[in-house]
């Protein structure tokens, strides 16, 4: 049996395979689509592009970037490595053909058969085969790669070669995703990292072998772990796929990589790179002037963004002190959102209140009677504030203030056994209430060493502790801190990222992104009732019912979102005219944009200084 395209796809039997999955409703481009509303399959394809530091890793030190170990060169998963089928950035979850040119999902959603397009390469010419896509996917959920992926694709029980051109992949559940997440598959050949003799490097060991890759770029020039460039591979065979016209641009991508956020910005402001995305408010509003932005050179732009990430300063409940919600709570109550905003941010932010900020996932006002239905069984182990109104976060707007929101703490913090004495917050054994707080960000001091402050009137002893990222994702990847900064990337579908966030199993699991280590049956099972959603209408009952629940346990002080990208750019690069709903701000600038025609840089650069 095979499904037809779109909702009926995961529904319903058809006598074809399908084009195009989407979870939920039907795909928004019809088979036969040149390319998605957001590319510009008629921007010059030519050009370099100068790229600064991709995340937060000042070097690099490997080609792999699937390993727990290391950090890898920058963009590298995206640049040189193609998923069986390609999400598009305009809807909620749909993908269309790449690798794979067609699908089959059985009637039952129990497995998902994919046809891998006879076109498709390796970059170094080899068809991509069913052998090759079963080998990704074993490596990928083995011991030898990050944890992270085989939580990705723990949905996924086994992948099974049909032909040489198929492969199936049968499903533990059946989960509206499953087929969506087979199709995110990032596909490598099976001659990646084997020797002449046909022996082969451990796959955890193949750390400076240039990959034999299925994406449109190749590695061009490694001068040292700070810098790396690609090219485009001229032989690319998918560049005119719908999915790929109006993509990769630039024939040229180099990125240079530095120690602090400081001197990527004045790189930046001196011509040495291209573009430049900022993540600090006062940067955005103070330090975006110097002649190149008077004589028209560079430009800062705000982009709308799509849904907000969490972010937050995140507990470690593996830690005994953190284990009482009233604690946690308390905590929450000293950090002083509104002042920073005033004083430090200069408004461009908004307060978090939900997981799912921005988007029709997140809780607002009193449950309904879907979400309590699926409440209703826990609520003996369920704080009552789930079953009230969606809690907001604390101001200290007037009438509200800080000196009110700490008494508060301070009551709280007694409930749960915490007492001032001897010049200290203890416990009833008389042990001082002491919290380092982790992180690698320099620019973060100004956010955590006020709260500091505050937490310090509660008699608490609270202190930053700045380290280099490569130490710094150590020990995140072992749990060894008491709190630490962390942002929960945005999903336009929640989905199986939940269980690896907030899943009990993955609490105890090295590497694993249960960083404030829940151990929940009431999220285990809500987050099972969201992956299980079989309308539109279910999932946002079920995302929001866990929205109440991870909010009211107060896993993490949240901080707040920027509701736009800030990219400030040479003018000299152009972007479609159509912004996607989501992106991440690095790959839109090196998937889509491109480097203008000349005689259009130069009319611009003379329009821009003539004002």
Known sequence: MTLAVGVGMLATPSAHAATA??????????????????????????GVLSFENYNEFQSYDSLNPFLVRGAPAPDIQNLMFDTLMQRSWDELASEYPLIADSVEVAADRSS?????????????????TAADVKYSFDTLTSPQASPLFNAQFSVIKNAVVVNQSTIRFEFRR?????????????????????????????????????????????????????????????????????TRRGMYHFERITFKLYLDL????????????????????????????????????????NFPDGPAQMQGMLFNLRKPM??????????????????????????????????????????TGMPGEKELKLLEPWRASLPPEVFGPMIKQPT??????????????????AQAGWHYRDGALRNAAGEPMNIEILDDQPGMDRVILPYTQALATLGISAHLREIDSALYQKRLDNFDYDMTTWLYSPVTIPGAELARRFG??????????????????????????VQAANTLDDL????????????????????????????????????????????????????????????????????????
């Open 21 to 46: 999955l989407a979870q939920y409703d039907q795909p928004k481009y019809a088979s036969g689509f040149t390319h998605f509303d957001y590319a510009d399959p008629d921007a010059p394809s030519n």
């Open 112 to 128: 998902a058969t994919f046809h891998i397009n006879p076109a498709a390469r390796f970059s170094n010419g080899d068809p991509i």
């Open 174 to 242: 059946a989960e509206r995703d499953a087929p969506l997440i087979a199709g995110d598959l990032p596909i490598f050949s099976r001659k990646w990292g084997m020797k002449p003799d046909g022996s082969r490097i451990a796959f955890d060991q193949l750390s400076n072998v240039p990959p034999i890759a299925s994406g449109a770029y190749l590695i061009d020039e490694r001068k040292n772990d700070k810098q790396i460039a690609y090219r485009r591979n001229p032989a690319y065979w998918a560049v005119n796929l719908p």
């Open 262 to 301: 400081y001197t990527q910005l004045e790189a930046f402001k001196a011509g040495d790179a291209d573009v430049h995305v900022e993540d600090s408010a006062t940067q955005w509003a103070r330090k975006y002037v110097g002649k190149n932005f008077r004589n028209g050179m560079l430009k800062q732009t």
């Open 322 to 363: 953190f284990q009482d919600v009233r604690v946690r709570h308390a905590l929450s109550l000293a950090f002083d959102y509104d002042w920073m905003n005033r004083m430090m941010f200069y408004g461009q932010y908004l307060r978090l209140h939900s997981y799912f900020e921005a988007s029709p996932f997140g809780a």
């Open 396 to 413: 200290t707007l007037p009438p509200d203030s800080l000196r009110g929101n700490l008494r508060e703490a301070r009551d709280l913090l």
């Open 504 to 529: 009990s199993a993955a609490a105890s699991e090295v590497g694993s992104e249960n960083y404030p280590g829940v151990r929940s049956p009431v999220v285990d099972a809500l987050v099972k009732a």
């Open 540 to 611: 946002e009952a079920a995302t929001r019912a866990l929205d109440r629940v991870l909010m009211n346990e107060y896993y993490l002080v949240t901080e707040y979102y920027a509701p736009n990208a800030r990219i400030a750019y040479k003018t000299s690069l152009g972007f479609p005219s159509v912004v996607p709903v989501s992106f991440g701000a690095q790959d839109w600038i090196v998937d889509y944009w491109y480097r203008k025609p000349q005689n259009a840089q130069v009319a611009q650069t003379a329009q821009a200084a003539a004002h």
